[in-house]
T-cell receptor
Framework: EAGVAQSPRYKIIEKRQSVAFWCNPI?????LYWYQQILGQGPKLLIQFQNNGVVDDSQLPKDRFSAERLKGVDSTLKIQPAKLEDSAVYLC??????????????FGEGSWLTVV | KQEVTQIPAALSVPEGENLVLNCSFT??????LQWFRQDPGKGLTSLLL?????REQTSGRLNASLDKSSGRSTLYIAASQPGDSATYLCAATNTGGFKTIFGAGTRLFVKA
């Protein structure tokens, strides 16, 4: 079974530039998550989708971050314009269900962003 | 608002030692609690998931317990090995909204 795929793995941009990250969840997984992990900290949930609807985006800085999950499968996370404090690893994850025995969350390898 | 805390932040033990990692959460209305492992430069790998109705889960040398009333979970690692060196994170999923909140993790180093 293929895992959660993310790209690009690494990105270096200048502040005020834009960047987009792509995620392909495990086939059949209805729930998709984007987390931001700053070095030395635990992951912080940015946005959570159930199919193509948003379940929670309360910690997404909506003035600069946007995310979409078209057709309830792949997802894209965009940052525009980037700030220095956006330097982090962006982790995409998926789970079969939002609740129930299929709630185990599977993570991708992450997209490392450095803003200079 | 759910907050998850992990103590200690870092731990160094000799090979073969049994050890316990601690996780506490402020809101007992959780749906489940998960333990993850993260190796440097990698994503997170799920180790154990405990549903709110369960008290513990076991997988090989790992045993995780859950006490909702006290807001605590522990991860017990038996006979530690150098390959166990990694960061271990716990995450609580709340019943309302099913939002999963992570702790900052415990960095474990097992010396050969």
């Amino acid at each position: 079974e293929a895992g959660v795929a993310q790209s690009p793995r690494y990105k270096i941009i200048e502040k005020r530039q834009s960047v987009a990250f792509w995620c392909n969840p495990i086939s059949g997984h209805a729930t998709l998550y984007w987390y931001q992990q700053i070095l030395g900290q635990g992951p912080k949930l940015l946005i959570q989708f159930q199919n193509n609807g948003v379940v929670d985006d309360s910690q997404l800085p909506k003035d600069r971050f946007s995310a979409e999950r078209l057709k309830g499968v792949d997802s894209t996370l965009k940052i525009q314009p980037a700030k220095l404090e956006d330097s982090a690893v962006y982790l995409c994850a998926s789970s079969l269900l939002l609740r129930g025995p299929g709630n185990t969350i599977y993570f991708g390898e992450g997209s490392w962003l450095t803003v200079v | 608002k759910q907050e998850v805390t992990q103590i200690p932040a870092a731990l160094s033990v000799p090979e073969g030692e049994n050890l316990v990692l601690n996780c506490s959460f402020t809101d007992s209305a959780i749906y489940n609690l998960q333990w993850f492992r993260q190796d440097p430069g990698k994503g997170l790998t799920s180790l154990l998931l405990i549903q709110s109705s369960q008290r513990e889960q076991t997988s090989g040398r790992l045993n995780a317990s859950l006490d909702k009333s006290s807001g605590r979970s522990t991860l017990y690692i038996a006979a530690s090995q150098p390959g166990d060196s990694a960061t271990y994170l716990c995450a609580a999923t709340n019943t309302g909204g099913f939002k999963t909140i992570f702790g900052a993790g415990t960095r474990l180093f097992v010396k050969a």
